[in-house]
């Protein structure tokens, strides 16, 4: 192995480690927990280590943001794969997408609610993001129904999941009725 590639693997290692202490502090105390100052005292490095990896938060943000999408789209596609037929694919995606942002609140906030300079929805939209579009789009389009373009059926589906995801974290719905909120999205808006 050469320098360079030893100081690559060592550069993307510090990378991840940057990464994963965020995710972590974010979930156990919220994003305002996350500073450049506090990252840099738990991996032990100075804070222009840090700066040379990311700008600042918004950059850290940003690429927890892409780590969740991917694995939020590999988590779809699996419970797509695993299902058997329309109906049960779609509700498979919403009861994977609902866990994933209760697992991950504060990953699944970086996605969708923090600015993490990404854009969305965009000829630059970063391809994670892109991709966990796709992974709904895949199995949603099929149900969008006759005369219904899939990519703004699959963008209502996503906007109702994500309302019940962000209201269900803060509390605004009864608690005990995830599985009823699923089968109504199945059953009425997909009607599959």
């Known amino acids: 192995m050469s320098v360079q590639e030893r100081k690559e693997r060592e550069r993307a290692g510090r990378e991840r480690l940057i990464l994963a202490t965020a995710r972590e502090l974010a979930e156990q105390q919220g994003w305002d927990a996350v ?17 040379s990896h990311f700008r600042g938060k918004r950059e850290i943000i940003g690429a927890v943001a892409l780590e969740g999408a991917a694995e939020m789209a590999a988590e779809l596609r699996a419970a797509a794969s695993a299902a058997d037929g329309s109906r049960a694919r779609v509700a498979a995606l919403a009861r994977v997408y609902l866990d994933f942002a209760e697992r991950n609140p504060a990953v699944y906030e970086a996605m969708f609610q923090l600015d993490g300079g990404l854009a969305f929805a965009k000829e630059e939209t970063p391809e ?65």
């Open 35 to 51: 500073t450049t100052r506090r990252l840099a005292e738990r991996i032990e490095y100075s804070q222009p280590v840090l700066y």
């Open 128 to 192: 994670p993001l892109k991709d966990a579009f796709a992974a709904l789009l895949e199995s949603l389009g099929e149900v969008a129904g006759d005369g219904v373009h899939p990519a703004l059926f699959t963008e209502v589906f996503w906007a109702a999941l994500h309302g019940v995801a962000t209201l269900t974290r803060a509390g605004r719905l009864p608690p005990g009725d995830a599985e009823r909120r699923v089968e109504l999205l199945v059953d009425r808006l997909a009607m599959v």
